[in-house]
């Protein structure tokens, strides 16, 4: 394994986790040790306070989040349930991305402002009891409804994430960087996605910061995980590897 240097002058890498809980863990575990096969890199893991409503303490998988915490990692807050339980979509569009592509887990994509803050607020206090920093917050399925995103402003985040852009709050300002992601949970997703990923790599080596995100169920397949290996030591041969929080204080220097 060797351990990435960080270089101003270079373009960025963030790579998250997503998906962090007690439930996913083990996955979780078999990411973090396959990226850290390929390289020592900084993190950033996208927590589920109270994921798919269970929200009872695990004090061993909270002990290793503050290890990793301690090691330089970032630790995000990553809805509260990652569940969507806002009213029903009024068009098929949406119909179809909240219930079929986001298989009923995008918890932000039409919740109230009012909904959104209450929300917000028991993952902050999450984090807060456990005395842990948290700087970012995304979306599950990375949806943000005109609430949540008014909700949003309101909190003390310093940057979001959606699919395509990297969002910094405040002063607000968003770039643009499409996230690289696999899709696990059928045969045709899991031979297309890392085509696309690949491709979508090849067209972003100009831009000024590439995203490459892992699920909890990329684990349960050996080939992904390989592949995106190999695209991980790709990127990291011309990009900085740094956390999402370390992108944004990067990106208001500039």
């Known amino acids: 394994m060797r351990r990435a240097v960080l270089r101003s002058e270079q373009k960025a890498l963030c790579v998250s986790i997503h998906d962090v809980a007690p439930a996913t863990w083990p996955a979780c575990q078999r990411l973090l040790n396959a990226i850290h096969e390929v390289a020592d890199i900084p993190l950033t893991l996208l927590v589920v306070p109270c994921y798919h409503g269970h929200d009872r303490p695990d004090p061993g998988c909270e002990a290793m989040l503050a290890a990793l915490l301690a090691r330089g990692h970032e630790l995000a807050l990553h809805g509260y349930r990652h569940l969507d339980s806002g009213p029903p979509a009024s068009d098929w569009r949406k119909r179809w991305l909240r219930g079929v592509y986001t298989r009923n887990e995008g918890e932000f994509s039409a919740l109230s402002a009012a909904q959104s803050r209450i929300l917000l607020a028991l993952g902050l206090e999450w984090f807060g009891r456990r005395g842990w920093p948290v700087e970012g917050f995304v979306?599950?399925?990375?949806?943000?409804?005109?609430?949540?995103?008014?909700?949003?402003?309101?909190?003390?985040?310093?940057?979001?994430?959606?699919?395509?852009?990297?969002?910094?709050?405040?002063?607000?300002?968003?770039?643009?960087?499409?996230?690289?992601?696999?899709?696990a949970r059928n045969r045709s997703g899991r031979q297309l996605s890392p085509r696309v990923a690949v491709a979508q790599a090849a067209c972003m080596g100009?831009?000024?910061?590439?995203?490459?995100?892992?699920?909890?169920?990329?684990?349960?397949?050996?080939?992904?995980?390989?592949?995106?290996?190999?695209?991980?030591?790709?990127?990291?041969?011309?990009?900085?590897?740094?956390?999402?929080?370390?992108f944004a204080r990067r990106s208001r220097s500039v």
């Open 139 to 183: 979306p599950p399925a990375w949806l943000l409804g005109s609430g949540a995103w008014q909700a949003l402003r309101e909190a003390p985040f310093s940057y979001t994430t959606t699919w395509t852009h990297f969002h910094l709050l405040s002063p607000a300002r968003r770039i643009w960087s499409p996230s690289l992601v696999y899709t």
């Open 206 to 246: 100009a831009a000024g910061l590439v995203r490459l995100g892992l699920h909890p169920a990329d684990a349960a397949h050996p080939a992904l995980l390989r592949h995106a290996q190999h695209l991980l030591g790709a990127l990291l041969a011309s990009r900085a590897p740094m956390t999402k929080s370390a």
